[in-house]
């Protein structure tokens, strides 16, 4: 069974401009999640979908970040514009309703 | 409100010294506590789900345990290969997975 698909793997932009990052999740899983890591410190929820409609978004900071999920399958998710603070790991993570989630290997966004 | 603690924040071990890692969480209508492995550069990774209180799971040198105020994850004679962050997450009303700190473990030969 193919794992959850992201892309690219590594991106290094500068302030204020914008990035995205794409997610192929695992095929029939209904739920979709993106997580923020800052290097030492557990994921943090951005956006949780169930199928293409948004379930969570209260940690999402709307003013820059927008994420969509299409047809409920592949999900994108857009900065702009990108700050220093911004410099994480993007992880996104599927699961059939009420049961595990699996991980992609995650996005590791530079901001300088 | 919701949360969840993980301790101690990083954990140094020789190979074969037995310890355990804490998850202290205050979840009202919790629906599974999760178990995930990190390694450097990748995505967490499954572990164990534990939905009621009292239940265990096990998995090679790894064991998983459920009270109703906390889950606690037992390493049994650590190796070198079990280095990595510890991560655990709670699944509550609408299906939202919330992580904690993680624990960095350690395990030297």
């Known amino acids: 069974e193919a794992g959850v698909a992201q892309s690219p793997r590594y991106k290094i932009i500068e302030k204020r401009q914008s990035v995205a990052f794409w997610c192929n999740p695992i095929?029939?899983?209904?739920?979709l999640y993106w997580y923020q890591q800052i290097l030492g410190q557990g994921p943090k929820l951005l956006i949780q979908?169930?199928?293409?409609?948004?379930?969570?978004d209260s940690q999402l900071p709307k003013d820059r970040f927008s994420a969509e999920r299409l047809k409920g399958v592949d999900s994108t998710l857009k900065i702009q514009p990108a700050k220093l603070e911004d410099s994480a790991v993007y992880l996104c993570?599927?699961?059939?309703?009420?049961?595990?989630?699996?991980f992609g290997q995650g996005t590791r966004l530079t901001v300088v | 409100e919701d949360q969840v603690t993980q301790s101690p924040e990083a954990l140094r071990l020789q190979e074969g010294e037995s310890s355990s890692l804490n998850c202290s969480y205050t979840?009202?209508?919790?629906?599974?506590l999760f178990w995930y492995r990190q390694d450097p550069g990748k995505g967490p990774e499954f572990l164990f789900t534990l939905y009621s209180a009292g239940e265990e799971k096990e998995k090679e040198r790894l064991k998983a345990t459920l009270t109703k105020k906390e889950s606690f994850l037992h390493i049994t004679a650590p190796k070198p290969e079990d280095s990595a962050t510890y991560l655990c997450a709670y699944q509550a009303a609408g299906n939202k997975l919330t992580f904690g700190g993680g624990t960095r473990v350690l395990v030297k030969p």
């Open positions: 095929s029939g899983h209904a739920t």
């Open positions: 979908f169930q199928n293409n409609g948004v379930v969570d």
């Open positions: 993570a599927s699961s059939p309703s009420w049961a595990e989630a699996f």
């Open positions: 979840v009202s209508g919790l629906r599974g």
